[in-house]
């Protein structure tokens, strides 16, 4: 492939849908190979990581195959290394769209003769686990930022031709969640926030998620200011608070352009996020427009006084008994690489052994002399 794509470049990229197709077999090895013939395509530059091929790389994260899975990781690790560090940030922006196939912007056309494997209600665990990976790879900031949204989808809903698409509010429905899950996934410095590739929903104290990072104390008397470059990243970490403050006005926009299609479970969902923002920017959430819109989500907060362990206490518990009838369909905590760390290697090469993987692997990728 890495000689075809060198020589004849066209003919790669005609046939390369085929050879993406050989990504979805039912037989493991078979996506095993096919995967790492085409992540060698793609590092040698051949062969661009963008649309299709892009969509079907990123799926191979959240593989029932525990090989194909690490392949994928160390794939996507070693590609930002070498050729893009900013492509997760890219894709927690356009991956709802681009996984539901749905167009990200207005008059981007999407490729009709693909269709995405994680597309669909049915694939929501394997997309939000997906989420959850590219998440624990980006930074904080970068993660706040990801409240612009809101402006994206209080437009989107106001299009009555995108509301009407099938899987368009699937896709509003996976930025909900990233945004609830951002909520946790930032709500503390040093020890109270979590590793990477653990969830946040819970952590002790997420009924009082912190607002904003303390600004810095002053120099005592005598002691070296901090230097400038300091300064400037104080005000590019207070940026995306300020962003979030301007957009917290679309929440009740979208819900309102959505309030005549809202299913129960998609409700819920929509109050889950907002009560995740209004407990972990309470004070934003405090003054946030329309006060009518905001006033339940507000009164879920923990009151101040003698009462307060005793209500954080019944919050906690109202939290896991929710979370609980939630953990099935939302994979807020799991992480796609770590569900196979519970399958013993022995097993996996046993049900390897059992199975024709091998005989049909061997038959596509080195044909017989007939």
């Given amino acids: 492939l890495n000689d075809l794509g060198k020589k004849h470049p ?59 899975a690490r392949e994928a990781d160390a794939f996507f690790i070693r590609y930002k290394r070498l050729y893009n560090k900013m492509l997760f940030d890219h894709c927690l922006k356009e991956c709802p769209f681009d996984l539901n196939g749905q167009a990200h912007l207005r008059g981007v056309r999407t490729d009709a003769n693909y269709k995405s494997p994680l597309k669909g209600p049915k694939m929501a665990k394997s997309r939000r686990l ?17 409240f612009g949204q809101l402006k994206l989808l209080a437009e989107k809903t106001r299009d009555n031709a995108f509301v009407s698409n099938p899987g368009a509010l699937t896709v509003v429905q996976d930025m909900l969640f990233i945004m609830r899950r951002i909520c946790f996934r930032t709500k503390g410095k040093g020890k109270e926030k979590s590793t990477p590739g653990e969830g946040d929903i819970n952590d002790e104290g997420e009924d009082e998620p912190m607002e904003a990072p303390a600004p810095a104390p002053k ?19 207070e940026e995306p608070l300020k962003q979030l403050e301007r957009c917290l006005r679309y929440v009740e926009e979208t819900y309102r352009n959505l309030k005549s299609a809202m299913s129960s479970d998609f409700r819920h969902t929509f109050d889950s996020f907002c009560r995740a923002l209004a407990m972990r920017f309470p004070n934003y959430i405090e003054f946030a427009q329309p006060a009518k819109f905001w006033q339940k989500y507000r009164s879920a907060k923990t009151p101040k006084g003698g009462k307060k362990k005793r209500r954080r206490l019944d919050d906690d518990a109202e939290d896991e008994s929710e979370e609980d009838q939630q953990s099935d369909s939302d994979s807020d905590n799991e992480m796609p690489l770590e569900r196979h760390k519970s399958t013993p290697a022995g097993s996996r090469m046993s049900q390897r052994k059992t199975s024709c993987d091998m005989l049909v692997t061997e038959l596509i990728f080195q044909p017989p002399d007939w």
């Fill in 10 to 68: 066209s003919i790669l990229e005609s046939n390369f849908q085929v050879i993406l197709s050989k990504l979805h077999s039912k037989f493991a090895m078979t996506r095993v190979r096919t995967f790492r013939c085409v992540k060698d395509v793609i590092l040698s530059g051949n062969i661009k990581l963008k649309g299709p091929i892009l969509i079907s790389m990123l799926a191979g994260l959240v593989d029932e195959s525990a090989e194909v």
């Fill in 130 to 146: 997906l989420y959850n990976h590219i998440m624990s790879s980006v930074d904080e900031n970068t993660l706040l930022l990801y």
């Fill in 219 to 237: 120099p005592a008397a005598g002691e070296t200011p901090a230097p400038r470059g300091r300064g400037r990243k104080a005000d590019n970490s």
